[in-house]
């Protein structure tokens, strides 16, 4: 009981091992107990869908968090560090130079643009498969593709990217979580370490050009009292961040059409829905599970208020199952239309790359339907245990074309 007599919301640890390998029953719980819980020390998990959208774009919230906020105590270590600089963890006003370079550089114009170079990609990726009727749906093609794609807009070699920078992305995707367990903390340094170096080495050959590419444009405008560092751990982001929507959508995807038959065969008989399809793997299984914010003032959620200095998650993937919403929400409909997920978060602090993904997930599923005959899963897919990203390690396939 509240100290004024009233119930406390439900609680929920986002770290339990449960949560962390099927977080659903316990969002279904959450947001049939009511609008809020209870989601760690002082802070609140915001449940339904209503409450979550109007809240991603409410500037009440601010992503700058005090020193002391108990979600970041990790100790000064570079993982720290380096999330504090980021764009994401930044106020609008603070981060607009770097903002509006990125922005330009991952806008919807020029993901449509990458629409056929995806298309390649995806085929030649595939090419091994078809042959031998075997395909990981992760290593062999939702990690290449996306990490491909994000390192040519940027600026960086793709083949070094594959080779170096993906035995650490999973380590690297821990550094980025408000939630860093002690035991991960060596790993995201070392990840962290590494390619801050090797982002810096790039840089060193590169000059401030506001004409250039992106990473010349982010040297113009870069901060003169944080110089190249503010660059370095904004493009380290971004090679995180760049693919692991879309990474985490082309594999949850996969895992979808595998154990569902019929809805395979609905895109198979009509790739055009492969659009929708990627909207619905976003909506079904959210590939980034929450967001956070920090209150400013006062904010009424229900029957309550959240006070000035909480800490505020926004439950995306909980909010993507809200049933006065969705109808049948635990259910994969790839033509469901309409489709308000807020899988990709929403205002002016939402997934950079959404319009990116959007097109890389629907060429994805385009040229699965018109390549394969048949998806099923090999084995039991392997989870990269995270509360915040939903991804996966492995997801063995069997396929055969068409």
Same mark, same amino acid.
């Given at each position: ?18 949560? *962390? ?8 719980r ?21 409450? *979550? ?18 979600? !970041? ?6 993982s ?8 994401p ?30 298309g390649?990609? *995806?085929?030649?990726l ?10 990981? =749906?992760?290593a062999?093609?939702? !990690?290449?593709?996306?990490?491909t794609?994000?390192c ?16 650490r992305s999973?380590?690297?995707?821990r =550094? ?7 035991a ?15 982002v ?38 971004l ?41 619905? !793997? ?26 000035a ?13 809200d049933?006065?919403?969705?109808t ?26 959404? =319009? ?8 994805? !599923?385009e040229?699965?339907?018109?390549l ?31």
């Amino acid at each position: 009981m509240s100290p004024a007599g009233r119930v406390l919301p439900a609680r929920m640890d986002p770290l339990a091992p449960e949560v *962390v390998a099927d977080p659903y029953p316990t969002y279904a719980r959450m947001r049939a107990a009511g609008p809020l819980c209870r989601f760690g020390p002082a802070s609140w998990g915001v449940t339904r869908h209503r409450d *979550v959208a109007a809240l991603l774009r409410d500037r009440r919230l601010s992503n700058t968090f005090p020193e002391d906020d108990p979600q !970041f105590r990790m100790a000064q270590d570079l993982s720290r560090e380096v999330f504090r600089r980021i764009i994401p963890t930044r106020d609008p006003d603070d981060h607009s130079r770097l903002h509006q370079q990125i922005v330009r550089a991952f806008s919807p114009g020029v993901a449509r643009r990458t629409a056929t170079r995806v298309g390649e990609l *995806v085929d030649e990726l595939l090419a091994p498969g078809l042959d031998t009727g075997r395909l990981d =749906a992760v290593a062999d093609l939702a !990690f290449p593709v996306a990490a491909t794609v994000v390192c040519e807009l940027i600026g960086l070699p793709a083949a070094r990217t594959r080779a170096e920078v993906w035995p650490r992305s999973a380590a690297l995707g821990r =550094a980025f979580t408000p939630f860093l367990p002690e035991a991960d903390r060596a790993a995201a340094d070392e990840a962290l370490t590494w390619l801050r170096g090797y982002v810096r080495d790039l840089l060193a050959d590169r000059r401030a050009d506001p004409d250039g590419d992106l990473l010349d444009r982010m040297l113009a405008v870069a901060d003169p009292t944080e110089g190249v560092e503010e660059v370095v751990d904004n493009i380290v982001f971004l090679c995180f961040t760049g693919y692991e929507t879309t990474m985490n959508m082309v594999c949850t995807g996969s895992i979808a059409l595998a154990q569902r038959p019929d809805e395979w065969r609905r895109l198979r008989a009509d790739p055009s829905l492969a659009g929708t399809a990627a909207e619905e !793997f976003v909506r079904f299984d959210a590939p980034i599970q929450y967001t956070a914010r920090l209150a400013l003032e006062p904010i009424p959620v229900g029957d309550r208020v959240i006070r000035a200095g909480r800490s505020v998650f926004l439950l995306l993937g909980c909010a993507n199952h809200d049933e006065d919403v969705f109808t049948d929400p635990g259910r994969v409909d790839i033509g469901r239309h309409p489709n308000p997920h807020v899988g990709f978060g929403g205002g002016v602090r939402g997934c950079l790359g959404a =319009a990116l993904a959007r097109i890389e997930g629907a060429v994805v !599923f385009e040229r699965l339907a018109r390549l394969l005959s048949g998806i099923d899963l090999a084995a039991a897919p392997v989870r990269e245990p995270s509360a915040l990203f939903r991804s996966y390690a492995s997801i063995p396939l069997t396929v055969g074309p068409a």
